[in-house]
């Protein structure tokens, strides 16, 4: 008696990977490894334009020089030995006036090689409300500081900053009432300066307007 012959036995290897099979696999295997390495770009791109994470206030060696030698001549400076820093503020700035004042300083420390933005007001107020409307009156917004670290500080420079690049009307919430700040020129071009020395130094991106 003889056995059937088993149609269903399994190809041989070299019947199974044919020339075309193998060009196709390798085709979509290249195309797998190029997918999850975009997605992963992409997903890292993400995550530095989100804002989580802190930003670097660090000062390189460069941009130490370029502000002692070509930008320091600008502004008065107070040396902190207890804090190991110096407060860099404008020498045009405002200093004492009968209406509020909104300034801001630039301190280095030297030591860490960092650099930080520090609001000073001639106000105790917080949170300090500013709103502020362009000339036409066409559009208007609301900037919240409500005090705190030197990244608190730094977000509030930084939304301020797109705001001065036309001149505004600005007011504050002082003791629930609405006055103005920085109304003229010369305030507001004075604090676009300081900050744009700040970003300059730390290398820190400037917003957009």
Do not use: C
């Amino acid at each position: 008696m003889f056995l059937r012959e088993n149609t269903f036995m399994p190809a041989k290897k070299d019947e199974i990977f044919t020339p075309e099979m193998v060009k196709i696999l390798k085709i979509f295997g290249l195309g797998s490894i190029l997918f999850v390495f975009l997605l992963s770009f992409f997903n890292e791109r993400r995550a530095d334009n989100s804002g989580d994470s802190a930003p670097e206030m660090r000062v390189g060696t460069a941009d130490r020089m370029y502000f002692h030698n070509m930008r320091a001549s600008n502004y008065e400076r107070e040396g902190r030995k207890d804090a190991k820093m110096s407060i860099f503020r404008h020498r045009k700035r405002t200093q004492e006036a009968a209406y509020p004042l909104l300034n801001f300083s630039i301190l280095i420390n030297w030591v860490k090689d960092e650099a930080y933005i520090y609001v000073e007001p001639n106000f105790e107020e917080l949170p300090i409300h500013l709103r502020w409307k362009d000339e036409e009156g066409v559009q208007s917004g609301e900037v919240l500081f409500q005090g705190g670290d030197k990244f608190a500080h730094y977000y509030f420079a930084r939304e301020l900053f797109p705001l001065l690049e036309e001149p505004k009307q600005f007011e504050l919430l002082l003791e629930g009432e609405w006055v103005p700040v920085l109304e003229n020129e010369k305030e507001q071009d004075i604090l676009k300066t300081t900050l744009q020395d700040y970003f300059r130094m730390t290398n820190l991106k400037l917003p957009a307007s």
